[in-house]
């Protein structure tokens, strides 16, 4: 597609229910990203793709939280046993490698998670 | 130490009157890279601008401009004649090191609300 897109756009879990947030990025993007954004604060860095080798997952905040990439395009990310501090915007952006660097990241419009 | 400052959580302009964003940012290492981004009310990032760590001149895009000084570890972004479609959040991020780390560290934002 022309931009990424990222489904569901709303998503209401009961605390400990577990779920599943997709990414589908732009065609031909070797680099996948997620990002957290909590109400009021600046996205944080979760985890990144090249191709379908998760090369960084230094900011997943625990081991609740689970990202894959399995044939390099489409990602999902798994949040199990959910809290009510998981609740926050997940944005998934991509890029042409390291052209990423220099042009910038194309993001998606998030998946608003709210955990009750 | 926060990585990426910014000190102005909202400012209001006129509409037509030019703009200045702060931004400050802290890093040891000699190469990186300083980014805008812009998130509107619909959530998704857009980006606006880039300066690498070596370049010569100030980064410009249109009606964006980045005013880098570097001694100061600043990288304030300039809009000039705002229009309305400029209210939205903005966001200052920093990638550390050569191309292969690719992860951006955001600031807090600053809301613009241009006025008509």
């Known amino acids: 597609g022309a931009g990424v897109s990222q489904s569901p756009r709303y998503k209401v879990a009961k605390r400990g229910q577990d779920v599943a947030l997709r990414c589908d990025p732009i065609?031909?993007?070797?680099?996948l990203f997620w990002y957290q954004q909590a109400l009021g604060q600046g996205p944080e860095f979760l985890t990144y793709?090249?191709?379908?080798?998760?090369?960084?997952k230094s900011g997943l905040p625990s081991d609740r939280f689970f990202a894959e990439r399995p044939e390099g395009s489409v990602s999902t990310l798994k949040i199990q046993r959910t809290q009510q501090e998981d609740s926050a915007v997940y944005l998934c952006?991509?890029?042409?490698?390291?052209?990423?660097?220099?042009?910038?990241?194309?993001f998606g419009s998030g998946t608003r998670l709210t955990v009750v | 130490a926060q990585k990426i400052t910014q000190t102005q959580p909202g400012m209001f302009v006129q509409e037509k009157e030019a703009v200045t964003l702060d931004c400050t940012y802290d890093?040891?290492?000699?190469?990186?890279?300083l980014f805008w981004y812009k998130q509107p009310s619909s959530g998704e990032m857009i980006f606006l601008i880039y300066?690498?760590?070596?370049?010569?001149q100030n980064a410009t895009e249109g009606r964006y401009s980045l005013n880098f000084q570097k001694a100061r570890k600043s990288a304030n972004l300039v809009i000039s004649a705002s229009q309305l479609g400029d209210s939205a959040m903005y966001f200052c991020?920093?990638?550390?090191?050569?191309?292969?780390?690719?992860?951006?560290?955001f600031g807090t934002g600053t809301r613009l609300t241009i006025i008509p």
């Open positions: 793709f090249q191709n379908e080798a998760q090369l960084d």
């Open positions: 300066q690498g760590s070596y370049d010569q």
């Open positions: 991020a920093m990638r550390e090191g050569n191309f292969g780390n690719e992860k951006l560290t």
């Open positions: 952006a991509s890029s042409l490698a390291s052209e990423g660097g220099v042009y910038g990241y194309t």
């Open positions: 065609s031909g993007h070797v680099s």
């Open positions: 890093t040891s290492d000699p190469s990186y890279g």
